[in-house]
């Protein structure tokens, strides 16, 4: 997902704390915090501070070695908005599977 570039975040904090995340979304693999702040242009102390915070909220994890990947608490925080959205489109995904005699599904493109 790509970041604002045309003004400066409203909270830095939080900006770099969204970049973190889908740098380990779209890596889709552990990475190091060392591999995380590079990819992010932080220092490591910064990078390691904001994955902490993180980690205490269960949107990322470490394993023994300290690469990290993405928590069970996106789940969670997605999951809200999937349930709205399927409870919306159900209906119209239904008459369409009917109608066609097929399998239906949402797609939702973004960005």
């Keep these: 997902m790509p ?9 830095q904090t939080l900006s770099r704390g969204i970049r973190l995340l889908e740098e380990l979304a779209d890596a889709r693999a552990p990475l190091s915090i060392d591999d995380l702040a590079a990819r992010v242009e932080l220092h490591r102390s ?10 205490d909220h269960g949107l990322v994890t470490r394993d023994a070695a300290g690469a990290v990947r993405l928590g069970t608490g996106l ?3 997605a999951a ?4 709205d ?4 489109a159900l209906p119209e995904l239904t008459a369409a599977a009917n109608e ?7 797609v939702v ?3």
Excluded at 48 to 54: A, D, E, V
Excluded at 85 to 88: R, V
Excluded at 100 to 106: D, E, K, Q, V, Y
């Design 85 to 88: 959205l399927q409870a919306e």
């Design 75 to 77: 789940a969670a925080l």
């Design 46 to 55: 910064v990078a390691y501070r904001l994955l902490r915070t993180l980690e």
């Design 100 to 106: 066609l005699g097929m399998t239906c599904f949402l």
């Design 109 to 111: 493109l973004d960005h």
């Design 3 to 11: 970041a604002r570039q045309d003004a400066s975040p409203a909270s």
């Design 80 to 83: 809200g908005v999937a349930a």
